[in-house]
């Protein structure tokens, strides 16, 4: 999955997010997301039954779209361009 891409997709297309505080995934959804623990199937549980509360879930969407909207693919790919130009040129 690559750099939390498919967390940032899923929010930008309002889709709620559970996932773990692993990786970057911390800093790339900040508090635009459902945190659990990777060993902890009842917490897994617990955030499925609160993405399913209509006004929990706009909360969470409209969080979500709003942090996805500030990330920008062609800013990424011109971040990405300068360093492999830079890392080419050393």
């Known amino acids: 999955e690559g750099f939390v891409r498919v967390a940032l997709e899923a929010m930008a297309c ?3 997010v559970v996932t773990c505080r692993n990786s970057a995934i911390v800093e790339a959804v900040g508090d635009a997301a459902i ?3 990777e060993d902890d199937p009842a917490a897994m549980a617990r955030a499925m039954e609160v993405v399913l509360e209509p006004e929990r879930r706009a909360g969470l969407v409209e969080t979500g ?3 996805a909207s500030r990330f920008e693919w062609s800013d990424m790919a011109s971040v990405a361009e300068r360093a492999i130009a830079e890392a ?3």
């Open 14 to 16: 309002g889709c709620p």
């Open 65 to 67: 779209l709003a942090w």
């Open 88 to 90: 080419a040129g050393a």
């Open 35 to 37: 945190f659990v623990g």
